[in-house]
């Protein structure tokens, strides 16, 4: 793949690493969750990429909705804001969830998410995050699955973006920023 380097830096993880702790991910669930009602919420438009993949790896049935929702914009710190930009098109009452997140950085927009789907009365909520900051971390969150622990880097590739760029990377680099 051709992408310009311009912002890209260091290799934070490699397209095969990716793949492989993917299909890892996807035997846990499928064993996890086997006989059960599992929908997977895809975080907009982040977690695309993984979720794709992940599905792909999940070897009983399972469904699919999406929710977007907003707290960087174009910037690299997260405002604190969180706004739901598209909301699930299904009910999720008595169902097993299970949230499928590109990355877990302060925490508080999964905080907010979770604490709205809760409401919804589903039978289980679980978090599948590729990727998470522990060093960010605001609020203390339970992710029952982790793909990767990355330092304290702005994230792009496989999904993750800035200003909307670079998500297309196989690769998750570190945004090279100016200065």
Known sequence: MTIPEGRIGEIIVQADDLQHRVR???????????????????????AVFFLADLMRHIEIPCEVDFMAVASY???????????ILKDLDMAIEGRDVLIVEDIVDS???????LRSLRTRNPHTLEVCALLTKPSRREVDLPARYIGFEIPDKFAIGYGLDHAEKYRNLPY????QLDG
């Open 172 to 175: 998750v680099a570190a945004l």
């Open 73 to 83: 914009g174009s910037a690299t710190e997260s405002s604190g804001v969180v706004r």
């Open 107 to 113: 925490g508080l927009t999964l905080q907010y998410l």
């Open 24 to 46: 890892e991910l996807g035997a846990e669930i499928t064993r996890d969750y086997d006989g059960r009602d599992l929908l997977l919420v895809g975080v907009l438009k982040g």
